[in-house]
């Protein structure tokens, strides 16, 4: 790039500045740090954070964690017909159906639930985030294409979607992911579209036209950045809803097949048998899966205030 | 108004093409393909190919998806592998069930959830909108399978209050017109039989209606917060209006607009949710059928299900737009 | 174009004041913050039939005044102090239903924005005839021929039709137009238009102006007028009050104060305004700064960080007392330690130009 090109760059930061939504980059730095300034003072944040972080960990370490064998079935000898093991030395929580120490299976599975919820969701993202740039930055045709293969997409209800896929796939983990990844996919693709059909029109694009810019410095230096944040908030929302839909798939039997690949949401439908005897096996789970789909939603939506330009000051 | 109706039905048209390519494309591309989908799994060889040249399976592709298509047309999915029956006679069987729980559970969500979150706003900061807060954010991180269970076994298996399964205690022995059990009771004026159905959808009804009514708490509070805050209220209140005109012509008439956009959303999630909650009380209607079906592969039934609901979530999101042009003046003249 | 059929002895021309601010304070309160006062001490009076500009900034508080006056502020966290009396009677501290009551009917206001003060999802008549419906005693068959006699009062062509139509509909002079007539339905004795014109076309702006004017001359309304723009002060207000960080810092008739500026923010404003008369290439000077660097009163002039005649003693403030606001000369009022001065003989004094 030549000065000429360097000054034009600079001038079009400066617009991109004064429109009010600075992108993440060179310019964005006082943007970022005030909504992490805002973040940090706001308590529903902190909570969401924090929970969502000791899961983080828990999952990062579970082997180390674990006070057992989430797998052995130590107590096998005592469990009977309408009889499971409660808590006792060694096992805080108690043993499941077939004698697995609970909290260890807990521990352990916090791995495969997050593991299922994060992939899927950043499968969503990058491919919801291409067809939506694709269509966004194009438009005409290709964006009628697109657009019209994700309304096809949205037509089929989010689970049956789920469901198709997981049929068709076989029952893996791999599977679980994909049908989940599919469900988000056009979320992303029309919020992409969406904001950077918004800003096409905008003074600050208009005006970097104006000046000769090239369009895919302008789609990816400028109208993308901007898009991230809301992007970014419904990615953490999203994380939570993969969470909870991949318990569902389990529950109807399209999960992780692997038995020794401990998951909440097996571990859940497994111990629906036995609620009226020792709903703790099905609590416990749950609860799992509550608190951290919770957790990301906490995250999301007070990200969404910090970033969002209409709560700010 | 009218053109604005047909030209959304005639961007129906390629959405509905495009489903029945995608789903005619699943049912091909499934182990097995369409041949053990209506045999079964334990179809032997001979049977499959006797199958596939009698319904010219080894024709060109196009050829099989113009098929397709044209019995589609005629509502003809063909039969159920597990009851050799046809796939469009047990779906009408079904429907209305899962036609009566949606509804009782939408009624529900709309009729706690609009007030709740309009109180939550109109006491801002009060406990009761920290709580419906809190509770809100706590109703979508719940699976609905599980709230299910929680409450059947709560209420019907601890406490015995309601009925825990099915659409109608088996005892009761009542005539069926529409298969609509609400409704074919109050026709032939069995009272005790429509009451009956009745207090069947309602702990299914709810664990249904947790997600669209923690939803629509939290939109309609939000939306009361913006709205309350526009110009246009300033306006009616400079005006020296009542308290309760200003509330009811310029607070909560635009505060629904938004809300109403979410209910339409809402049918897919309810007939998503219709697939775990009728599999745990043992409903009977479409999302029963369905967990069945994933259990025996059984999957002409699940191809038909999945393409018929999909067109009926797209027709309710249809009827929503054109509710909401009646609603909002702006959209109506676009 | 004339408002109602007023008999002329009906039009109150006593003199006696419509509405008398004393002393009008407005603190805001947030939690965790420190407590913002908008309006300080703000007095001025309004007779039948005379138009009193508010004049400044955006953020000095005239807006705040307005509403305060309105009672429109919200009531949690804003705290009102002063006295407001709409003929005589006192408005700060009145229950919200006697406020309700004097809203619309005795006092009404215009608001800036006409698209966003105007409820999208309802016709055009329904809020018409709503203000006359609830302080009328009119059927709705009344109340939508007399709404249709308003809106053609305004200058509204085809209200029969533009009756039934919604704001989205309307041009923004018409919605502007709209909201006029339903602030002047119930012929109230106090009009408030808050920057009425500033969100329309030049050409619509005059229009809306010469239509304030012709309805206050012919009804005696009396109207206070909030706006930032010295042009729409020159065409309309009898009396004007300048107004920096909450406090009225000049007070005087429009043609003396055009013609000689004494508080230098004033005439910095006048200074700032491009004129056709003037010296071609004839630069501007535009006030330094913004709106936002004041200091305290209590610490001095509000104004002084930006003003170009500022001295020492405007910055250091003796112990708690703030600049007063003095008399000076007949019908006049400044709060400032050091003008601008003029010759004595009046011919020669347009330092900052006459009204336009």
Request: a neutral charge; hydrophobic letters at 50%.
């Amino acid at each position: 790039m030549t000065a000429i090109g360097d000054v034009r760059r600079r001038r079009i930061d400066e617009l991109a500045a004064r429109a009010g939504q600075v992108p993440e980059g060179e310019g964005g730095v006082s943007l970022t740090k005030s909504a992490f300034r805002r973040l940090r003072r706001n308590p529903v944040a902190i909570t969401g954070a924090v929970i969502v972080v000791v899961f983080l960990v828990v999952a990062a370490f579970a082997p180390l964690l674990a006070p057992r064998d989430p797998l052995a079935q130590t107590l096998l000898g005592e469990i009977r017909p309408g009889f499971i093991p409660g808590a006792r030395e060694g096992f805080p929580l108690g043993a499941d159906e077939l004698g697995r120490d609970l909290l260890s299976r807990l521990i352990v599975g916090s791995r495969q639930s997050l593991l299922i919820g994060v992939v899927s969701t950043v499968l969503g993202v990058v491919v919801g985030m291409a067809l939506g740039v694709l269509a966004g930055a194009f438009g005409g045709w290709v964006d009628t294409v697109v657009m019209r293969f994700i309304d096809i997409i949205l037509s089929i209800p989010s689970l049956l979607m789920a469901i198709s896929i997981s049929v068709l796939l076989g029952q893996n983990q791999w599977s679980l992911v994909i049908a989940i990844a599919v469900t988000q996919v056009p979320v992303f693709a029309r919020l992409l579209r969406g904001s950077m059909l918004a800003q096409r029109g905008s003074d600050y694009v208009l005006a970097s036209q104006a000046l000769g810019i090239k369009r895919s410095r302008i789609v990816f230096g400028h109208v993308l950045p901007n898009s991230l944040s809301p992007l970014i908030v419904q990615a953490t929302l999203s994380l939570a809803t993969a969470i909870i839909e991949a318990a569902a798939l389990s529950f109807l039997g399209l999960g992780d097949p692997d038995l020794a690949r401990p998951e909440w949401g097996a571990m859940l439908s497994n111990a629906q048998d036995f609620l009226s005897v020792r709903p703790e096996l099905a609590i416990y789970p749950a609860l799992c899966i509550i608190v951290v789909a919770l957790g990301f939603t906490l995250l999301g939506e007070s990200l969404r205030e910090a970033l969002d330009p209409k709560f700010r000051r | 108004m009218l053109r604005f109706v047909v030209r959304r039905l005639l961007q129906l048209i390629p959405i509905l093409l495009g489903l029945s390519v995608l789903l005619f494309a699943w049912l091909r591309a499934l182990p097995g393909g369409p041949a053990q989908a209506a045999l079964g799994e334990r179809a032997t060889p001979e049977a499959i190919a006797r199958y596939n040249e009698l319904f010219g399976l080894d024709q060109p592709l196009y050829v099989q998806y113009l098929r397709f298509l044209g019995r589609a047309v005629q509502l003809d999915f063909g039969n159920s592998a597990r009851t050799g029956r046809p796939v469009t006679e047990e779906f009408l069987e079904r429907m209305p069930g899962t036609i009566e729980l949606t509804l009782f559970a939408m009624v529900f969500a709309i009729g706690v959830g609009i007030p709740l979150g309009y109180l939550a706003a109109r006491r801002h900061g009060s406990w009761l909108d920290s709580a419906s807060v809190i509770g809100s954010l706590l109703g979508v991180a719940i699976p609905v399978f599980f709230l299910a269970y929680l409450l059947r076994l709560l209420f019907a298996v601890e406490l015995g209050w309601l009925p825990g399964s099915g659409r109608q205690e088996v005892r009761i022995d009542a005539t069926r017109i529409t298969n609509f059990y609400v409704l074919d009771g109050l026709l032939t004026r069995e009272w005790d039989a429509a009451w009956d159905a009745f207090t069947h959808l309602v702990l299914p009804g709810i664990a249904l209606g947790t997600i669209p009514l923690a939803i629509i708490v939290r939109i309609t509070r939000a939306s009361v917060l913006d709205v309350v805050n526009e110009d246009y209220v300033r306006t009616a209140n400079a005006k020296g209006l009542a308290t309760s005109t200003v509330r009811r012509r310029h607070v909560i008439r635009n505060a629904l607009l938004p809300v109403a956009t979410t209910i339409g959303l809402q049918t897919g999630l309810l007939l998503s949710g219709a697939v775990l909650t009728e599999s745990v009380f043992a409903f009977g209607g479409v999302g029963s059928a369905i967990f069945d079906a994933i259990f025996a592969r059984d999957f002409a039934v699940l191809q038909g299900f999945i393409l018929i609901l999909a067109v009926v979530y797209v027709l309710v999101n249809l009827l929503v737009d054109i509710s909401y042009g009646l609603l909002d003046p702006r959209v109506r003249v676009r | 174009m004339i408002i109602e059929d007023v008999p002329p002895d009906a039009v109150d021309r006593s003199g006696r004041p419509v509405l008398e601010v004393d002393e009008l304070t407005v603190t805001f309160r947030r939690r965790g913050e420190q407590p913002m006062r908008a309006v300080d001490g703000v007095s001025f009076a309004v007779a039948p039939g005379e138009t009193v500009g508010l004049v400044g900034e955006s953020g000095c508080g005239k807006s705040v005044t307005s509403l305060a006056v309105m009672g429109l502020l919200p009531r949690r966290g804003v705290q009102v102090g002063g006295s407001v009396r709409l003929d005589g009677r006192e408005l700060v501290g009145a229950p919200d239903r006697a406020l309700r009551e004097l809203r619309g009917a005795d006092m009404a206001m215009v608001f800036q924005d006409p698209l966003s003060s105007l409820n999208p999802t309802v016709p055009i008549g329904t809020q018409v005839t709503e203000v006359l419906l609830e302080h009328r005693d009119l059927s709705r068959k009344d109340a939508t021929a007399q709404a249709t006699d308003l809106l053609d009062r305004v200058g509204i062509p085809d209200p029969a039709r533009r009756l039934k139509e919604y704001p989205h509909q309307l041009s923004g002079g018409m919605r502007q137009r709209a909201l006029i007539a339903m602030a002047l339905a119930c012929r109230p004795r106090l009009l408030i238009a808050d920057e009425p014109t500033t969100a329309l076309d030049v050409t619509i702006q005059a229009q809306i102006l010469e239509l304030l004017r012709e309805l206050v001359v012919d009804s005696g309304t009396a109207l206070v007028m909030i706006t930032h723009d010295l042009g729409v002060v020159a065409g309309l207000c009898d009396r004007v009050h300048v107004m920096y960080s909450g406090k009225i810092i000049e007070s005087a008739d429009r043609h003396e104060l055009f013609a000689r500026p004494r508080q230098p923010y004033t005439g910095g404003l006048l200074a700032s305004v491009p004129r056709l008369d003037g010296v071609r290439g004839a630069p501007l000077h535009p006030i330094r700064g913004s709106a936002r660097d004041v200091i305290p009163w209590a610490e001095g002039c509000a104004f002084a960080p930006r003003c170009d005649h500022a001295q020492d003693d405007c910055l250091t403030e003796v112990a708690g007392s703030t600049v007063p606001l003095e008399y000076d000369g007949p019908g006049r009022e400044l709060r400032c330690r050091h003008p601008l001065e003029y010759p004595r003989s009046p011919a020669g004094a347009t330092a900052a130009g006459a009204a336009r």
